[in-house]
């Protein structure tokens, strides 16, 4: 298991969630309906997944790579398209399933979703494969799907993060020397919310 390979993984299946909406029948709201919940809690839990244990990791690890400035650049903007996706599911939620204004913001989902995929693969997977022992990207694996085991059924509540203080304080402090206000490594124990 490598944690940047779960994660490229996890891209391809939400690629196909959208997909599957877009071929969906559009009278079927209630099939709809369930499909879009399905998505939205691994859109949710993989969000939260990444945050709590994959960004941590990079901040202390990467060098910044593709066309990021540095990897706080890198980690920053990761965050701040979490919570434009998270606004656009709530705005999914919001809307009355099947309605105009239900699949607008599924393309806005989808929209938000699409170019941060595209960023991270280019720049946090291809920094974290180039810095990361493949013990470390195993290791994370395991906690990021264990989180996500745990809230597959219920999905997580939506949280958005300051992009700037989330990438200042946010790292594991696990390097030599480590940062001040390094926030601690999240265990199993730690997952509940």
């Known amino acids: 298991m490598d944690i940047t390979e779960v994660i490229q993984h996890q891209h391809d299946e939400q690629r196909r969630g959208f997909a599957h909406l877009e071929e969906w029948p559009r009278e079927d709201h209630e099939g709809l309906a369930a499909m879009w919940r399905r998505l939205s809690v691994l859109l949710e839990t993989h969000a939260e997944a990444e945050e709590r244990y994959f960004y941590p990791r990079l901040l202390d690890l990467g060098t910044g790579a593709a066309d990021a400035d540095d990897t706080a650049e890198e980690v920053e903007d990761a965050v701040h398209d979490h919570n434009a996706l998270r606004a656009a599911i709530a705005r999914v939620a919001e809307a009355e399933v099947g309605s105009q204004d239900w ?52 999905g ?24 001040e206000g390094a926030a601690p490594s999240v265990t199993a124990s730690d997952d509940a919310g």
């Open 103 to 154: 699949w607008t913001a599924v393309v806005d989902a989808n929209t938000e979703n699409s170019d941060h995929m595209g960023e991270e693969e280019r720049q946090d997977l291809a920094d974290f494969r180039q810095q990361a022992t493949v013990e470390l990207r195993h290791e994370i694996a395991v906690e990021f799907l264990r989180f996500q085991a745990r809230h597959s059924a219920d």
């Open 156 to 179: 997580v509540e939506p949280r958005d993060k300051d992009p700037q203080d989330y990438a200042a304080h946010a790292g594991t402090g696990s390097r030599a020397g480590g940062r």
